[in-house]
């Protein structure tokens, strides 16, 4: 003989009427009923079951039916704490767009809820239709109550996000028509600066070289001739003394003729030194030339580093478009391109360009010995990179100089923090 109900799911002192039936779905009287384990309580003689007054976890319940002291049969009761869910739990809408919530009590089979939208924003109806409201200005996220009624202390929530419309066509693509123009002429302008190749100074440097080579030749030589003469002299007197022989006249005829050829060899010299003098002049007025008419660019001559530091600044606002292109085309995909982005469009270059720059100074002034050639390429690559991770190169500084500038008392509390 079968129990009606076999299986009831119940919550905090819900009740539920079992009957013990026969074949023809008659009631059976007579029968006495008993629960197992003894969590709440039973009629014995009318079957009906009370659910202890709170539910704090999930148990089943064996109800007995019995005939004649015999067992009848058994129906199971499913205790489950009282508890709201609402399905979906988050959910983005635009303007007028609708969405069903559905909400299941436990423990209450007709699942009787109050809705309840924070802040009031569009129409929330008894059955969970809720409906968004026009127009939407700004991203908003609304809170979905659902309040059981059975158990006013039981409620879920979900989230609502409303969206306000996406830009019209013809604004999002005039953004990129935009965003493309910019990138080309920095591009352009990146190209018409690049600087050419340092000035070559190896010329001077032989010139330099050959000279200093050629002043010391020329203090030997004058050494040399100094040395010579003495002898000469001392030779020529002793060969015009009275009774001087002929080898001694020899010696100082010799004596004499290499103090001319040393002389000679002197004026020789001499004449080497200034012939390197205007070699070396002639280079080093080229080097001067080709630094003082410095790069010749669309904006006219610009010295090298005053080219280095335009080469840094544009770099940084192209790599800073570069993020903001890639950013544009995730948001349209999106469709969550919004006119209120347009203040950052319009400045964030100007902050990545700054950046950059501030970075190649910092590193020039820090890192870099004075009279170093810049290698245009790194140059501009780091420029770039800071433009594109404004925000890391940004926390990198503060860093930097969180470490540069810390205070006796930040390393005392450090190494003392008790």
């Known amino acids: 003989m079968p129990i009606n109900p076999p299986v009831a799911i119940l919550s905090d002192l819900q009740h539920q009427d ?9 009631a059976v009287p007579g029968a006495t009923w008993h629960i197992t384990p003894a969590v709440g309580a039973i009629d014995a003689a ?29 129906a199971l009761v499913s205790l489950k704490p009282a508890a709201v869910a609402i399905t979906p739990s988050s959910v983005t809408l635009r303007a007028t767009e609708r969405q069903q919530f559905i909400a299941q009590v436990i423990g209450d ?92 100074k190896t010329n001077l440097e032989k010139a330099t070289a050959e000279r200093v080579a050629a002043e010391s030749l020329l203090k030997t030589k004058e050494l040399e001739a100094k040395g010579t003469g003495e002898q000469a002299t001392q030779s020529s007197a002793l060969a015009n003394q009275a009774g001087a ?13 290499a103090a001319e050829r040393v002389k000679s060899e002197q004026a020789a010299a001499e004449k080497d030194l200034r012939s390197k003098l205007e070699v070396e002049k002639a280079a080093a007025d080229k080097v001067a030339r080709a630094t003082e008419e410095g790069v010749a660019t669309p904006l006219g001559h610009l010295s090298r580093e005053i080219d280095l530091l335009l080469l840094a600044l544009i770099a940084g606002a192209l790599g800073t478009f570069i993020h903001i292109a890639r950013s544009y085309v995730d948001f349209v995909g ?36 004075t009279g170093m050639e810049v290698n245009p390429y790194g140059m501009v690559a780091l420029a770039a990179l800071v433009g ?31």
Not at 18 to 26: E, K, P, Y
Not at 47 to 73: H, K, L, M, N, W
Not at 404 to 412: G, I, P
Request: glycine fraction near 6%; aromatic fraction near 10%.
């Open 334 to 369: 999106n469709r969550t391109l919004r006119g209120s982005w347009g203040a950052w469009y319009l400045l964030y270059p100007f902050i990545g360009a700054a950046l950059a720059l501030t970075f190649y100074v910092a590193i020039r002034g820090g890192l870099l010995a």
């Open 18 to 26: 079992f009957t013990l039936t026969d074949a023809a779905g008659n």
């Open 109 to 200: 089979l007709n699942n009787a809820v109050h809705w309840v939208v924070a802040p009031s924003l569009g129409t929330m109806q008894a059955d969970g239709l809720y409906t968004a409201p026009q127009p939407i200005t700004d991203d908003q996220t609304l809170t979905v109550t659902a309040m059981s009624l059975v158990y006013p202390t039981k409620t879920a929530t979900a989230t609502v996000r409303l969206l306000p419309p996406p830009l019209a066509w013809l604004q999002t693509i005039g953004i990129g028509v935009y965003l493309f123009c910019i990138i080309s002429i920095l591009a352009f302008l990146l190209v018409a600066l690049w600087p050419p190749p340092a000035v070559d």
């Open 46 to 74: 009318h079957g009906r079951y009370i659910a202890p007054g709170i539910v704090t976890q999930s148990q089943d319940i064996t109800i007995t039916a019995t005939v004649a002291g015999e067992t009848a049969s058994t």
């Open 388 to 418: 594109m991770f404004t925000k890391q190169a940004t926390d990198k500084l503060a860093e930097v100089f969180s470490t540069l500038f810390k205070t006796d008392k930040e390393l005392k509390d450090k190494l003392n923090p008790g």
């Open 245 to 257: 022989d002929q080898a001694t006249k020899d010696q100082a005829e010799k004596v004499k003729a």
